[in-house]
């Protein structure tokens, strides 16, 4: 694996009782250049076998050489457990480069509207464009629906607030929690089809020229989502989703080129592997 990076932990954040930020940067300075939405795929010897974990990279290509990742406590989770509960400044991680096709490209001369729909872990990427666009893309309005279990399950919440107070005037969020507090102001549930129709209604007169939607999360979300705004035509080309688990399944996908998360079972064992447009699950197998 001569592509592999060795990344090394400068600083760990807990963003929430059960999910940390970590900053990276790569040992000998090896090329990191991704784009707002790709993710870093960690490999790790979890008891003698080789592990392979996807990540979001959460920050943006003009704090290279660092990059951020940030990790939510999966339950039963064998990576996660292990990463909340071990790593240490200093680590080293091994990395393949930054990879995937869940991404922005800002230009200033754009004028759009990114409307993301998120929920947990699924605000990474996500957070990585929405900056990206809101300093790079001066024109366009980013609209974000997030949706978590309760007020301190919310990575980047002070993050959020403060972009949120810097660009009040192109970028608009609204949490939506399961289970809040009594007092709890905002929006209360999932993000479900009532909701996703409610919101985006609310929020149409902020649409300005085309409208992007991003989607990331838990998939009874993305596919909830995706049922209201094929019910609303909106062209698939301009729906883009990132898939941390298994594969939701529509007609356009077929023809969709993106990188997969496969579980292959081998002599009794499972390996979790990154397929890649191109690549066939026998070659990832061969390789383990
Ligand atoms: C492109 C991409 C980007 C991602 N970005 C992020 C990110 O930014 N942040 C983030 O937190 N996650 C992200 N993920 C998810 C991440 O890669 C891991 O899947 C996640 O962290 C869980 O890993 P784990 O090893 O802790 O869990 P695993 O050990 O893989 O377990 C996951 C679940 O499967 C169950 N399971 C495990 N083994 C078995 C078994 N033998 N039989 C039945 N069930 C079993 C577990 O109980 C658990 O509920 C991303 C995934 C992809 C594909």
Not at 24 to 33: A, G, T, V
Not at 50 to 60: A, D, F, P
Not at 112 to 125: D, E, H, K, L, N
Request: glycine share 6%; proline share 4%.
């Amino acid at each position: 694996m001569n592509n592999a990076l060795t990344l090394i932990v400068d600083k760990i954040i807990n963003e929430t009782h059960d999910a940390i930020s970590i900053l990276l940067h790569e040992k000998d300075n090896r090329d990191l250049s991704f784009q707002p939405g790709q993710f870093l795929t960690f490999i790790f010897d979890a008891n003698g076998i080789e592990t392979r974990r996807g990540y979001s990279i959460w920050t943006t290509p003009d704090e290279l050489p660092q990059v951020g990742v940030a990790i939510k406590k999966f339950k039963d989770g064998i990576t996660t457990k292990f990463l909340l509960e071990n790593l240490k400044i200093g680590d080293s991680i091994t990395s393949l480069p930054p990879l995937g096709n869940f991404t922005v490209e800002p230009n200033k001369e754009n004028e759009r509207t990114f409307v993301m729909f998120g929920a947990g872990s699924g605000i990474t990427p996500l957070m990585s464009h929405l900056q990206s666009i809101l300093k790079y893309e001066p024109k366009s309005n980013v609209i974000l629906f997030y949706g978590n279990h309760d007020e301190n399950s919310i990575i980047f919440y002070d993050k959020l607030n403060s972009l949120q107070k810097n660009y009040s005037d192109r970028f608009f969020i609204e949490h939506s929690l399961s289970d809040p507090k009594n007092d709890w102001k905002g929006l209360r549930g999932r993000i479900d089809r009532d909701k996703t129709i409610e919101l985006l209604e609310k929020y149409k007169t902020q649409f300005t020229g085309q409208v992007e939607y991003y989607l990331c999360g838990p998939e009874e979300m993305m596919q909830t989502v995706m049922n209201v705004l094929k019910d609303r035509n909106v062209d698939r080309k301009n729906i883009h989703r990132e898939i941390y688990t298994t594969k939701i399944l529509d007609e356009t996908d077929e023809i969709e080129e993106k990188e997969r998360e496969v579980t292959i079972i081998l002599h009794g064992n499972r390996h979790k592997v990154i397929v890649l447009p191109g690549e066939t699950i026998l070659e990832k197998a061969l390789e383990q």
